[in-house]
DNA sequence: GCAATTTGCTTCATCGATTGCGCAACATTG
DNA sequence: CAATGTTGCGCAATCGATGAAGCAAATTGC
């Protein structure tokens, strides 16, 4: 219609409606009552604004209002159910409380993380959600030097509330049905060897623990070569069990669900032996039931964990103590 | 340090640094050398900017220049790679481009779709892109009322140019080798059956033509009780399988990774009968070389989809006829 | 019938960043 | 030394929405 594409503005919308900008604003913004706007006014406005195509514009509403209801996240990567789950339950559970979410994805870059945490801080984003972020305490620092709360999820942080798994537990759970599995199975008794993930990533240390821990109770002995911590890559760990033969019964905690994907190549692999491997990974898909060898998954409780970090937005004495969530072990049957 | 948690101005900083909130603006923007600030003044900004955190309001920038570089993009789901991967390429082209992008997820549901389409309008977002939209051609409509450029992306509309997979032509090399699997392992000739997808939408509607055509092209008649359009729901196809036994050979053209999970779920549970069962996969899924029975799968180029969609923002006269992008077709080794 | 109240709006300053315009101070030219 | 040019910066209007304050008209109270 128009020759210049201009948005329609509540200025546009007032001379239509013969009215003052103000009296739009308030009807669209839903004030109109409180301001004593008659609803013949009220109803003549709307009516224009949707004739129009009326949208407001956001960035002159929050400049001046006070608060901007924008809860940004930022997430490593979308390419497991685990940090895909938790991007859509965040948009959900911030819409439902009446938040606007902004939800990033910054590929496991650090530098790619801080510059990402900024520009949601520039939006004037009221608090900010660090999913697996590598370094949560550089984002906490440059958060709290703009007065905008922070909040770690996946992975702790020391200068902001934290929520995450219970990764020693579950990884002691996991260990423990591997290993029996084995027992029951094959007849064999460990040591399990660990494949994928990062020695310097708090979770990795953590399930790491809970894998010797279980060792230990048993009294076996881990050599030092069977922590094969290949980082997040498939590949990475197909090539560190490349080598590996199972002319002996062979068993795997996997670490992460990228890794189990090297793992299961390496398995689809093998000449001979595949009958004597069985592997459980820590975290879910559900893929993972029909593979063969695989005797559980690990299953983090992305639910809880988010109602914990939405329950410390706006707490300002929140504890600084991570808060560990229990995760879900999921035994499968192996299929021969 | 504060009492008050205000967040840092220009006007703050000007005041710091002994100069005009103008200055410190051009400073901090980079138009400094242009506007001719000294070297001298510029540092000194620079340094109490960094020194107090500053983070630009965007909102009032924003407001003030012609342009918001946000591109906004809705998505339905995070649970399969697919649209993973699309969120996380759309992020990195955009921002490697210059814009900031801003991706949210709608979980099918066609209201929420709308909503969000409408949000993003709200944040001056100089173009949308539906991916996978229910009702496409309703967000057209709003953006070009609100005269934002709009681009659908996976499924098409009319009133907006559209990038999708080239499915009729991807489904029927799907089926084509499902078939021919079909007949050199277990030396039958068919029909398949098709499980999973609406046919209200366009992509089920295509890629059922090309099962369909190839089916022909053999002179292979489909029962109409062999197309099971059960949506997009693991349980759904599996209950739509429950009654099925292989006692003869069976085949499966499978709808979306989805649908897929279903179908595998029927297929680990089945007593007897499963060495007669093939199947492949319009979708692609890392774990799905590894399923028993899986033949081969269908990846959607999204590198390419993503290009062809960044290549048509800002484009005026861009066409209305969907841009069609082939798919990669993944054959695998059937694992007994 | 006149003051007091209520109704239904409008006026205007404001949020923070941007930018065209302009003005001193200093340097250069003839 | 006056005229002209350059450097370095500040002033003030502006983007669109908001809401406190205010004001005229309509209604009520006595």
Redesign the pocket.
């Known amino acids: 219609m128009e020759k210049v594409t201009?948005?329609t503005?509540?200025?546009d919308l007032?001379e239509l409606a013969?009215?003052?900008?103000?009296?739009?604003?308030?009807v669209?913004?839903g004030?109109w009552e409180k301001?004593?706007?008659?609803k013949?006014?009220?109803e003549r406005v709307l009516k224009i604004a949707e004739e129009q195509g009326?949208a407001?514009?956001v960035?002159?509403?929050l400049?001046?209002?006070e608060r901007s209801n924008i809860v940004g996240m930022i997430v490593p990567k979308y390419d497991n159910r685990y940090f895909g789950e938790i991007a859509e339950q965040f948009e959900v559970m911030a819409r439902a409380k009446g938040f606007f979410p902004v939800v990033t994805c910054t590929q496991r870059d650090p530098e790619l993380e801080f510059e990402a945490a900024k520009e949601l801080i520039s939006y004037q984003a009221e608090c900010l959600i660090s999913t697996g972020a590598t370094d949560p305490d550089r984002i906490s620092a440059f958060c709290s030097a703009s007065g905008v709360q922070s909040i770690n999820l996946d992975l702790p942080g020391k200068d902001a509330p934290s929520v995450i798994s219970d990764n020693y537990s579950a990884a002691k759970e996991l260990t423990k049905l591997i290993l029996n599995r084995c027992e029951e199975e094959l007849g064999w008794s460990g040591p399990l060897r660990f494949v994928g993930g990062r020695l310097a990533d708090h979770n990795t240390a953590a399930r790491l623990e809970g894998f010797m821990s279980e060792h230990r109770d048993r009294s076996i002995s881990v050599p030092d070569s069977y922590v094969m911590a290949t980082g997040y890559s498939a590949e990475k760990a197909a090539i560190a069990l490349g080598s590996l033969t199972p002319d002996r019964p062979t068993g795997l905690f996997v670490n992460s669900t990228i890794s189990l994907e090297g793992v299961v190549k390496w398995y689809s692999e093998l000449q001979s032996g595949a009958e004597k491997v069985r592997y459980g990974c820590f975290d879910w898909d559900p893929f993972g039931a029909f593979l063969p060898g695989n005797v559980g998954m690990v299953e983090q409780d992305v639910t809880i964990m988010l109602n914990k970090a939405f329950e410390l937005i706006g707490d300002a004495d929140a504890p600084t103590e991570p808060i560990l969530v229990p995760c879900r072990l999921r035994p499968f049957h192996v299929i021969a």
């Open positions: 201009k948005r503005t509540i200025y007032a013969d009215a003052s900008p103000s009296a739009v604003s308030s669209l913004n004030t301001r004593r706007i008659s013949k006014l009220a009326y407001v514009n960035q002159a509403s400049l001046r209002r």
